[in-house]
């Protein structure tokens, strides 16, 4: 069974950057999707970026042109480089998995597996 465990969260100013990685144990398939989401105090949870084992990326509207999200060749490591933060970006962000497919997806219920998340705070 896959487990996901998040760092890299912490506090940036307005304008700043920051780097998520996600660290994935258990893995035995070759064919995987791994996202990120995040989601803030009140808020719903939302779509940041996935990327398969294909290297093919997606993005959420709200970080096209300022994250980027990469892997290792065996869905080991996922990272999130996150550049010219806004407050906006402030919240838990969670790293996720489905093995067995390589169609991404924006949606958290096609993600089977969830890391414990990490928090980025951006301040104005």
């Known amino acids: 069974q896959v487990q996901l465990v998040e760092s890299g969260g912490g506090t940036v100013q307005a304008g700043g950057s920051l780097r998520l990685s996600c660290a994935a144990s258990?893995?035995?398939?070759?064919?995987?999707?791994m996202g990120w989401f995040r989601q803030a105090p009140g808020k719903e949870c939302e779509f940041v970026a996935c990327i398969s084992s294909r290297r093919i990326t997606l993005y959420g509207d709200s970080v096209q042109g300022r994250f980027t999200i990469s892997s290792d060749n065996v869905g080991n490591t996922v990272e999130l480089q996150m550049n010219s933060l806004k407050p906006e970006d402030t919240a838990d962000y969670y790293c996720a998995t489905r093995s067995g497919t390589t169609v991404l997806s924006a949606r958290p219920e096609n993600y089977r597996t969830w890391g414990r998340g990490t928090q980025v705070t951006n301040s104005s």
């Open positions: 258990g893995r035995r398939d070759s064919i995987w999707i």
